[in-house]
């Protein structure tokens, strides 16, 4: 998933830096430079949106745009509590990722 995520966003002229866990998104601190931050809501075990809120506390800024296999209204409340810009549920269009990462580098 991360990959064709990767090749979309670079198609449309997007730079995309990958990681493989959140912990690895957590450890490389050059948040300032992303216009936005795509995060999945189960991440092996762990939830994106209480990552969102750790990076928050930490000070970064940049929107986040969630994906999700397993929509909920409890989910979906939780993401946009949290502050996201978008709330993605897979299967999704190119179309609706690449328009909320427009929408995302406006803000």
Do not use: W
Request: proline fraction near 2%.
């Amino acid at each position: 998933m991360r990959t064709s995520l990767s090749r979309l966003l670079r198609a449309h002229g997007f730079v995309a830096t990958l990681f493989d866990s959140a912990n690895a998104l957590l450890d490389q601190g050059k948040f300032e430079e992303a216009i936005c931050i795509v995060l999945d809501i189960n991440l092996d075990g762990k939830s994106g949106i209480e990552l969102r809120l750790r990076l928050a506390g930490q000070g970064v800024v940049a929107p986040i745009i969630y994906i999700t296999g397993n929509d909920s209204a409890a989910n979906r409340a939780a993401a946009i509590a949290s502050g996201c810009v978008a709330y993605l549920t897979k299967p999704f269009s190119a179309q609706s990722l690449i328009a909320s990462v427009v929408r995302a580098s406006a803000a």
